[in-house]
């Protein structure tokens, strides 16, 4: 189908212009719009075959611009009038000597679209220099609105027969930039496009930035101050405000010219109006079901989950995710798919509630983006972190969510596959970006007091696990789906001194910003208690004191245990907490066998026995919060059965992987849960330890200093021999004289250093003396420690005090 127009068409030079575009399987040309001056060029064929001799087709084949000056313009239609039956004229038959023709192709790749035909009468020379660059531009425009239309009409008939708009935008022209001065020579259409009389234009480049909208002024701010990379050119669509308040979209191509010296100097580029730009039926109308869906969301998690349902299967994404921002991590709120394989391993390491909290820190390329406060998109193999490369290896939008002047979160939209960004993409991506922004706004407005005890809540958890020596621990924890989602459940790990660490797992009772609270005063107070050095049965006993001593009638469940890294003995607390569950190295789960007190909070003087369990390397300690087993649909007994059957099916060596079957299997849950994992690897060697009573003699000294040297001596330690007699010396003499009751001494060697502890009766720790002056006969046993060790300190143990010092040592060869 042929559209001729009769519209004056004028750039550059040009007064005609013809487009062709392919057909009948690439073996012609057809001539699909033919506008401007027809009295410049009559006659032009409506069929060319490709395989011919004119210039478009000649064009079309080399895949590049052809410029004919009048004189070479007539030799060629001489040559050749069959296939180029061209008469030129002015007024009339005319000699072929005032009219100059280009030919571009238009696309560039694969497929080839068809070829522009450019005709005006410039003088003997032809085209200049920047009329060719920008009318290669202008070519470049004409192909993306091609590629638009027949990529919104595929699978139907040509685009030409659909086509609102003209192929040849009618409304453009040309600019050229001086980058020194900033002085930009425009066009009298393109101050048309933007609403400037021509009269009130200064000639600077920011009254046309002025007119942009402030979203795509960081990617116009990339063509008025170019990288010299980018002179082989760049396109960009955009959006402007017209005086009249009408959005209209433009398209914008440019090159960059290099000086001698390799620096930009000047920016020749053409804009056009993008009407085809504009959204279709179907964006607009995703648009409106996202405004009318948002509208009835009343919590943050629904604005979350309809947005990801609303963008994900429209835009064939692969990944999306909404979250929340804190001032250093990225609260996750909802994201699809939701396992957390499909993610990259930034997030699968913060995974421990339903959604993972993700560290800005590792995000470099996020916090960039949402300082600026505008959308970003990233084409396939763009330099990105791997939290963020992970998202979308095949193109990545990065969509702040903006509320009344703020950002109050982000959106991420990845594909795996390569992802071109289509221009209306950004517009409807802009638009959804605004409705969620404001939508989690108005959730919060309605939730206040839910979403300040989930932060409550969420902050009191650890955000972290330790690296452990001789195992790996992870986390996991999910809030209710049903009613309030709040509730008490906490879990936490306690490195301890010694190569011990604590395990530690509770339930507060009910669902409420109380229950969180009350779950941070007690998760504090156990560590606290945990790190003075308590046993465990001492740890529970007094954060059960604390609890009834509290204006609370709520009373908590608690599991601890105790684990010795280098032995692998657990001594095992519970307060009317479930039994931790064992998975052996040759596949059998079971429950541990732990003798149990009452919840914490019920009884001020109740006893908490302690179970000592011996682990061997290999072996997974799971502790979780009945939230996870028992239900109104799912019997505790049957619940532990199944957390059996998972764990004896489960590899080992993907613990990670393990608590995510364990929590995902739940599916509705009428409580939250708690769920902490350990695998037990064990050390390199065990340590050996030795125990000396320290009897309180004149030369009580003397033996402690000799069973030192016969232990160590048994154990291959030689060089380290006397500086441990001196440290055993001076901790001994301080225990004595400075001590009333039993003093012990516990000698510990491990892999890489020798520990030596002494205990006392006296909960009183040591102070190091400031000064000592020359005359002193005493006060220099603590510098002489702290000299001679890598490091040295005191704990408090139940009814005294452990004074400690560890010295580096390194197994000689014999």
């Not at 189908?1 to 009948?24: I, K, N, P, W």
């Not at 030919?103 to 020379?125: R, S, T, Y």
Request: hydrophobic share 45%; charged share 20%; with cysteine.
């Amino acid at each position: 189908m042929q559209t001729v127009t009769s519209h004056r068409f004028a750039f550059c030079g040009a007064e005609l212009a013809a487009v062709y575009v392919v057909a009948d399987q690439g073996r012609e040309l057809h001539l699909a719009e033919l506008t401007g001056n027809r009295g410049v060029l009559y006659g032009l064929p409506a069929i060319l075959a490709v395989a011919g001799h004119s210039p478009a087709a000649n064009a079309y084949r080399s895949g590049r611009p052809l410029w004919l000056t009048p004189k070479e313009l007539a030799t060629f239609v001489e040559d050749d009038p069959h296939h180029f039956p061209t008469r030129i004229r002015d007024g009339g038959p005319d000699p072929p000597a005032r009219v100059s023709l280009g030919a571009l192709p238009l696309g560039h790749g694969d497929p080839e679209l068809g070829c522009l035909v450019v005709a005006g009468k410039v003088g003997d020379g032809g085209f200049g220099a920047d009329d060719r660059i920008l009318l290669e531009l202008y070519a470049d425009q004409v192909a993306a609105g091609l590629e638009t239309v027949a990529a919104r009409f595929a699978g139907r008939q040509a685009p030409q027969a659909h086509l609102g708009q003209s192929l040849v935008p009618d409304q453009g022209g040309a600019f050229i930039l001086e980058l020194s001065t900033g002085r930009m020579e425009a066009h009298a259409h393109v101050l048309e496009l933007l609403g400037l009389p021509p009269e009130e234009f200064d000639g600077q480049v920011e009254t046309l930035l002025a007119c942009a909208v402030p979203d795509d002024m960081p990617a116009l701010m990339a063509i008025v101050e170019p990288d010299p990379l980018a002179a082989d050119g760049q396109q960009l669509a955009f959006r402007i405000r017209r005086p009249n308040g009408e959005l209209r979209w433009l398209g914008l191509r440019c090159r960059v010219e290099i000086d001698s010296g390799g620096a930009p100097q000047r920016v020749l580029g053409v804009v056009a109006d993008a009407t085809y730009l504009r959204p279709s039926a179907d964006e607009v109308s995703l648009v409106q079901r996202l405004s009318a869906t948002l509208a009835g969301a009343a919590t943050v998690r629904e604005v979350s989950r309809i947005a990801v349902a609303a963008l994900r299967d429209p835009l064939g994404a692969s990944r999306v995710a909404v979250g929340e921002l804190e001032p250093d991590r990225l609260i996750t709120t909802a994201l699809d798919p939701a396992e957390p394989d499909a993610w990259p391993e930034t997030w699968r390491s913060e995974w421990r509630s339903e959604w993972p909290d993700v560290p800005l820190g590792d995000l470099p390329t996020l916090q960039s983006a949402l300082r600026g406060g505008h959308m970003s998109l990233w084409p396939p193999g763009a330099a990105l972190e791997r939290g963020l490369l992970g998202v979308g290896p095949g193109g990545l939008a990065v969509l702040p969510l903006p509320a009344e002047g703020r950002m109050v979160g982000v959106c991420l939209v990845g594909w795996d596959a390569d992802h071109r960004f289509a221009p209306e993409e950004r517009s409807l991506l802009t638009a959804a970006a605004g409705l969620v922004g404001q939508a989690l706004v108005r959730a919060h407005a309605l939730d206040a007091g839910h979403e300040l005890a989930t932060m409550l809540q969420r902050s009191l958890l650890p955000r972290k696990l330790p690296e452990l020596p001789g195992g790996v621990a992870v986390a996991r924890y999910l809030p209710a789906t049903a009613g309030l989602e709040v509730g008490g459940d906490w879990y936490d790990v306690i490195p301890l001194g010694d190569g011990h660490v604590a395990f530690v797992i509770g339930d507060v009772q009910g669902h409420s910003a109380g229950a969180a609270t009350i779950m941070g005063q007690m998760r504090t107070a156990v560590r606290a208690y945990a790190v003075e050095g308590h046993p465990p049965d001492v740890v529970v006993a007094r954060a059960n004191r604390l609890l009834v001593g509290m204006e609370t009638d709520l009373f908590a469940t608690c599991g601890y245990v105790d684990l010795d890294m280098e032995e692998g003995i657990a001594r095992v607390v519970r307060a009317g907490h479930l039994p931790p569950v064992l998975r052996h190295p040759d596949g059998v789960a079971e429950e541990m066998a732990v003798e149990g007190g009452p919840p914490l909070g019920v009884l001020a003087e109740a006893e908490f026995p302690m179970t000592e369990v011996g682990l061997t390397p290999g072996t997974l300690l799971v502790m979780l919060t009945d939230g996870l087993v028992e239900s109104s649909r799912l019997p505790l007994d049957e619940g532990m059965r199944r957390v059996c059957e998972v764990l004896a099916a489960a590899d080992p060596v993907d613990i990670g992987g393990i608590a995510d079957e364990l929590v995902l299997a739940v599916g509705r849950r009428d409580d939250d849960m708690a769920l902490l994992l350990l695998r037990y690897d064990g050390t390199r060697g065990r340590p050996r330890r030795s125990h000396w009573t320290v009897w309180r003699l004149p030369n009580a000294v003397m033996h402690a200093r000799r069973f030192t040297a016969r232990t160590l001596r048994s154990w291959g330690v030689v060089e380290e021999l006397d500086t441990a007699l001196l440290v055993v010396s001076e901790l001994v003499t301080n225990a004595i004289a400075h001590t009333q009751g039993e003093v012990g001494m516990d000698l510990t060697l491990s892999a890489d250093r020798l520990r030596i502890s002494v205990n006392d009766a006296s909960p009183r720790s040591p102070v190091k003396p400031v000064e000592v002056s020359w005359e002193s006969t005493g006060g220099r046993g603590l510098l002489i420690v702290e000299a001679t060790t890598t490091a040295w300190g005191s704990v408090p143990l139940s009814g005294g005090k452990q004074v400690w010092a560890e010295i580096p040592w390194h197994r000689t060869e014999s």
